[in-house]
């Protein structure tokens, strides 16, 4: 059974960070694409970042948080991470991460989620 769950989320400042984290449970994790997304109250879920399979060599960033976010994975602790700097307030969501059927950006490239963590920003 695949299982996915994040963590690290809470309230921080603008300006401030975070780093979440998101645990995978599922066979042969090395071979699976990982993103991140969020979903802002009243809004629909958007991609944030993903990171290729294996190594983790190829990354991709929404706009709105490139140079900011770093989405990096550690093959050995089966876990992916997404460190969040310069955070503003529109970064306020519930975050998830998603195991990949292909490396994208749209939600049906991915087959399993977890079950979010909130981040909140305060100005």
């Known amino acids: 059974q695949v299982q996915l769950v994040e963590s690290g989320g809470g309230l921080v400042q603008a300006g401030g960070s975070l780093r979440l984290s998101c645990v995978v449970s599922?066979?042969?994790?090395?071979?699976?694409?990982m993103g991140w997304f969020r979903q802002a109250p009243g809004k629909e879920r958007e991609f944030v970042a993903a990171?290729?399979?294996?190594?983790?060599?190829?990354?991709d960033y929404a706009d709105s948080v490139k140079g900011r976010f770093t989405i990096s994975r550690d093959n050995a602790k089966t876990t992916v991470y997404l460190q969040m700097n310069s955070l503003k307030p529109e970064d306020t969501a519930v975050y998830y991460c998603?195991?990949?059927?292909?490396?994208?950006?749209?939600?049906?490239?991915?087959?399993?989620w977890g079950q979010g963590t909130q981040v909140t920003v305060s100005s």
């Open positions: 998603a195991r990949a059927v292909k490396i994208g950006r749209r939600g049906s490239d991915y087959d399993y």
């Open positions: 599922t066979r042969a994790f090395t071979r699976y694409h």
């Open positions: 990171i290729s399979s294996w190594s983790g060599g190829n990354t």
